[in-house]
């Protein structure tokens, strides 16, 4: 038990998913998992078990952004011994080739905030995800014929930036990076720092080039896609 989480020790699976919006969560437990439990809801940010395919999983939700989702893993590593954990969100596209609804597989992460930067004076560490949940996630992609991107993602502290558009980007974009999210970086850096697995696979919801964004049903849709993938990289199935 901590401030933030009051399941009991046992109650994760080794592996768990990482939506941020907390009814992502429970959403991902009831239309996903065998015989899903409820094991925290402190603050409503909602973590279930249950099983996939026969396999233990869970999942619990981390909020929006570094610093929340920072409290969750940590307590996640450190108190729930977990050893896998594979972010599922959406990112807002920042390179034309990304299509909306398209999955981005974050093989790294840069990131404006400090939660990175300050840990590692006088240098400007990489972020990257776990090898070979990396590799098992693409192969699976590949394998189910998913429109996939492999490469850099921007984790921003900033939903809104002062500028208006891609301006707020600066020459990120002309340097290869796919999409923009809130959380991947500091997971990554929490990997690192405590030698677990992690992975950030995100849906790309809104292109910030066209302006074009998923409707209601293609969030479904594509977001049903990305789970099962997920699901399969945490488990193994
Ligand atoms: N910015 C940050 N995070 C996001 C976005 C965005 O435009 N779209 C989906 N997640």
Redesign the pocket.
Known sequence: MTPHNHAKPGDYADAVLLPGDPLRAKWIAEDFFDNPRQVNAVRNCLGFTGTWKGKPVSVQATGMGQPSLSIYVHELINVYGVQKLIRV????GLNAKVKVRDLIIAQGATTDSNIVRDAFPGYAFAPLADFSLLRDSVARAEKAGHRYHVGNMLS?DL?YHVEPGLEGYGRLPDHGILG???EAAALYLLAARFNRQALAICTM??C?ITGEAMSAEDRQSSLKDMIALSLDVATGA
Do not use: K, R
């Open positions: 969100g959406t990112a807002g921003s939903f923009v999210e809130m919801s809104d910030l």
